[in-house]
Structure formats: C-alpha cells, structure tokens
C-alpha cells in the first residue's frame, strides 16, 4: 500500500464523521456479550470521542479518534455492521469499508464504500477516496472523489486532496483546502497549511499554522522533526522555542 511517507496523516485517516457516526451503528447492531474485549474498548472510546466533539473539545475528540482508529474490530462484529451496509443503512457502509481496507481486502472495501458513497454518503466518499489513493494506486478516481466528498464537506477528503495537489507543485490550491479544513478544527490540515506557508517563504503565517495544529491536538509531532519541508527552519531560534514549548 502506498504511503504519503512525510506527508502522509495520521494512520487516522478514518474522519472524525465516519467515527463520530459509527458507535451509533455499533450500539445499535451488537451486543456488548458478542463482542470482543478490542471491540468494547473501542466503543468506549469512540463514545469518548462522540462527547469530546459534541462539546467542542476538539483535542480530546482527536485523541480518542486517533486511539480507536487503530483498533480492527472482531470478525463477528464486521459481519454485523457489514449486513447494515447490505441493508442501505449507508453509514454502515463507510465504517465497514473502512475495516476492509484495514485487513487489506481493497476490493471489498471498495464494494461496501462505493454502496455508501453512490448514495451520498459523505462519509462513505472519504473512505472510498482513501481505498483508491492508498489501496488501489487509483490517483485519478481518487481525486475524483475527494473532491465530491470536500465539497459535501469532509474535512479529512479536504486534506486529501490538498495533499494531491502539494504533490502535483500546485501549492495555491494545496493552501486553499488545507486553510478550510484548518479552519474547521482539522490539525493535520493546520501542520500541512504550516509547510505549504514555509515553502511559500512565509514563516510568520508558517509558524502559526504549525502551533495551530498542535493546539488542536496534533499528534504526530515526529513530523516536526523529520518532515523535509521543515528543513529551511530547523535550526531557526523559533523553531526551538516552538519545540521547546510543545516538549517535541
């Protein structure tokens, strides 16, 4: 599967929607008795996540998204959320395509997210871009549908599609997603507003959108160290002190 290496967000990648949604589907269709011990701890932070977003909080929200994001669910609780999907209930779709793509079984997970993401499913759309992007090497479908999916308003297709455009050297464009899905609280986006500002030797506008996305909850602060497009001000007094500030 492709990486976006330096660039590449938080294993995340799942949208705080498509999570912020799913513990409805999963309360809903499984009991606490069938499920694995994985499977509940998720749950339980995913209602974290859901109280967290609700009450604006959004770097607790990020936090616990981040956390049950990394869990697979059980085999029996797929095969739950994946009969929701069959049965039109289209959030299903994207949570369920979502796990597919984790076991990297693309071609399923397409199936499930193209069944969402046909129905409008924003959610759905998200995932389905991130299976063409990093699961099928399919640039241009997955440009495609992100950019549907950005404009019905996900944050997280947002980012991605930014992150094309960064790629292609079209950084005009790259910078205007990555601003708007900043803006509505997304620090992934926020850190890669602060490259692009950097690369457009713009440091106070840089310095800012990086200290941004750390205030928002960023959690791969390893990218401050590493990323290349950080390199014109590693050894800059502010960078130190953003360093120093933040424990990085």
């Known amino acids: 599967m492709e990486k976006l290496s330096k660039m590449k967000p938080i294993p995340l990648l799942l949208s705080v929607q498509i999570l912020f949604y799913s513990i409805l589907i999963l309360n809903s269709c499984s009991k606490k008795e069938h499920l694995l011990s994985e499977d509940i701890l998720a749950i339980e932070l995913?209602?974290?996540?859901?109280?967290?977003?609700?009450?604006?909080?959004?770097?607790?929200?990020?936090?616990?998204?981040?956390?049950?994001?990394?869990?697979?669910?059980?085999?029996?609780?797929?095969?739950?959320?994946?009969?929701?999907?069959?049965?039109?209930?289209?959030?299903?779709?994207?949570?369920?395509?979502?796990?597919?793509?984790l076991r990297k079984n693309f071609h399923e997970a397409e199936r499930l997210a193209s069944k969402g993401c046909d129905s409008n499913d924003v959610q759905s759309c998200s995932v389905l871009g991130q299976i063409y992007?990093?699961?099928?090497?399919?640039?241009?479908?997955a440009a495609h549908v992100f950019t549907l999916s950005c404009e019905r308003g996900s944050n997280y297709s947002c980012y991605y599609l930014s992150m094309i455009f960064e790629r292609e050297f079209k950084l005009n464009e790259a910078l205007s997603l990555y601003l708007k899905a900043c803006n509505n609280k997304n620090p992934a986006s926020c850190f890669r507003a602060g490259c692009v500002y950097l690369k457009k030797a713009n440091k106070e506008k840089g310095f800012e959108y990086l200290k941004r996305s750390l205030n928002l909850g960023f959690k791969d602060k390893n990218s401050f160290l590493i990323d290349p497009d950080l390199e014109s001000v590693r050894d800059s007094k502010e960078f130190k002190q953003l360093l120093a500030e933040y424990q990085i």
């Open 133 to 141: 992007y990093f699961g099928l090497n399919d640039k241009k479908k």
């Open 46 to 101: 995913l209602k974290k996540a859901e109280e967290s977003c609700k009450n604006a909080n959004s770097r607790d929200c990020y936090e616990n998204v981040f956390q049950a994001n990394n869990i697979q669910y059980s085999e029996k609780a797929l095969k739950k959320i994946s009969e929701r999907c069959e049965k039109n209930e289209f959030k299903a779709c994207a949570y369920s395509g979502w796990q597919f793509y």
